[in-house]
């Protein structure tokens, strides 16, 4: 199968479409993803963990679609998997005989129980059969954000049975299509999505592609299965900017049976493992794999029969949790109470800092990139990642984890395309739309402030907690508050009722002191009795 541009670019093979979502996601072009298709060395020494999706979907008795299809498609291509099963549908070759829609609340339960322990990676939703499994997937998805989300909008079998009703379009087209990464739906699915009759040709794809585009995911592929007009089976995919033709010969088969579901598990499969990671070498994985906080993890029953197997160091760059005591330098405030870089962010890592910016506006770039250097290291020996602010320059160049960017400094699809998929970006936002844009242009986080007055940056205007509220909503990525944070409010920002507010970042309150360590230890203390009583 190949996969063609109106524009002349490269030629690529089916399986690296994911690859190039990926890539998309983090703002690189195709170009950029084929020059990284390079395969690196593993860590040794870094914990592993397994790539994951799970599938929210309802489950076929025979097999052939539905979770138990997204199982095994996901187990064929190494990835662990885990379900959120919505429906049961009693079902054979012959057709569906019986459809019993899950009660919400076992529905919501299946789905915290996933998301708030495991490392999901990719979310893939299948048979999705009320407004209400709906919504709870969407409310779910806010509180516990994951890396990428496939919507297979899974509406009717292929036997012509109804598994998610008209009643459900408006809340699969407001809540779930403008959070998914990717949607992929059939010709009926398309025009029953649109209000459109019938899709025909391939051009009727092309505007279907380009008006689902418009409801809000990052990308649409219109599978043309069938296509009553085409000898070949013709899928289109438009990614908001160029359209492409996946052209491949029709094998006449009636096995058909879960080609949709078992599709959209590949893609999530393999977002799921990042391409360029993969190794070919023979891992004993199972005694070291990390699948859920609790004392009893589940064995990855299929790693061991595996020749091939992925292996990442940090599937996601960011984990949204390390935002939760953001730490941020200040080469002033060293100066005048005598301390180092290094000193304040070792102490600001002892007292429990999650995550450390190096904010250093007048630094000259030659020593500050010897400080760098050392707080990386200080940073690596405690798991905590390290940031650089504004220079990209530097954080290249010391090989740190990430950047955090503005609205006037480099857009972040630029500093993506510098840093590639694995490093964290993070960047200021004041607004939702500037929130919305964040989160196209592939950042991993928002910074939004300031929430209260602060000195530490000249002219900044104040949002308050009502417009840290208001970026939150309007953001599908974690957010962190910032500006005039201290001890004594602290409290009222974590206590804002926004799931994915997931920490504050602070300057003064931590490094305009003699003590920065325990400075950060008593924010620390605060932070996680407030989140505690939240509960
Ligand atoms: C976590 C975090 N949020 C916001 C900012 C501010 O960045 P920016 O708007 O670019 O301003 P400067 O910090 O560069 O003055 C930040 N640094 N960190
Ligand atoms: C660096 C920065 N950015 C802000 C923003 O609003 O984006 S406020 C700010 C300064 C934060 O310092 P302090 O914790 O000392 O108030
Ligand atoms: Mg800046």
Known sequence: MALNNKKNLPTLSSKHICTHLDYQHKGLSLKAMQEEMTFTLVNESAKQRIPHVLTVAGSDSGAGAGIQADLKACAARGVYCSTVITAVTAQNTIGVQDVSILPEDSVAEQL???????????????????????????????????????????????????????????????????????????????????????????????????????????????????????????????????????????????????????????????????????????LKFSKDVTIGGGPQGPLD????????????????????????????????????????????????????????????????????????????????????????????????????????????????????????????????????????????DGADYIGSGGVFPTNTKANNRTIGLDGLKTVCSASKLPVVAIGGINLSNARSVMELDVPNLKGVAVVSALFHRECVGTETEKLHALLTETVAAKK
């Open 112 to 282: 915290k129980s996933v998301l708030s322990d495991m490392h999901v990676d990719v979310v893939k939703t299948g048979m999705l059969p009320s407004t209400s499994i709906v919504k709870i997937l969407h409310e779910g998805l806010k509180r516990f954000p994951v890396r990428a989300l496939v919507v297979d909008p899974v509406m009717v079998s292929t036997s012509g049975v109804v598994l998610a009703g008209p009643s459900v379009l408006d809340t699969f087209r407001w809540d779930l299509l403008p959070m998914a990464d990717i949607v992929t739906p059939n010709l009926k699915e398309a025009s029953t999505l649109l209000g459109w009759p019938q899709l025909e040709t391939i051009t009727d794809m092309c505007s279907a592609a380009k008006s689902i585009h418009n409801m809000g995911p990052r990308n649409v592929l219109v599978k043309g299965g069938h296509l009553p007009s085409s000898s070949d089976a013709v899928d289109i995919f438009f990614n908001g900017e160029d359209i492409y033709e996946l052209r491949s010969s029709r094998i006449q088969t009636p096995n058909t049976h879960g080609t949709g579901c078992t599709l959209a598990s590949c893609i999530a499969a393999e977002l799921a493992k990042v391409a360029k990671r993969y190794v070919e070498s023979v």
């Open 301 to 440: 029953h299929l790693c061991k029969l595996k020749r091939n197997v992925y292996h990442s160091r940090k599937l996601q760059p960011l984990d949204p949790d390390d935002l939760f005591v953001y730490a941020v330098t200040d080469s002033g405030m060293n100066r005048k109470w005598g301390h180092t870089i290094t000193d304040s962010v070792r102490a600001a890592i002892e007292g429990g800092a999650t995550i450390v910016q190096l904010r250093e506006k007048d630094a000259e770039t030659g020593s500050f990139l010897e400080a760098a250097k050392e707080c990386l290291k200080i940073c690596r020996h405690h798991n905590v990642p390290l940031l650089i602010n504004d220079r990209i320059d530097i954080a290249i160049a010391c090989d740190a984890d990430g950047v955090h960017v503005g609205q006037s400094d480099m857009p972040v699809q630029t500093a993506r395309s510098l840093l590639g998929p694995e490093k964290i970006i993070g960047v200021s936002c004041k607004t939702p739309e500037q929130a919305l844009k964040a989160w196209k």
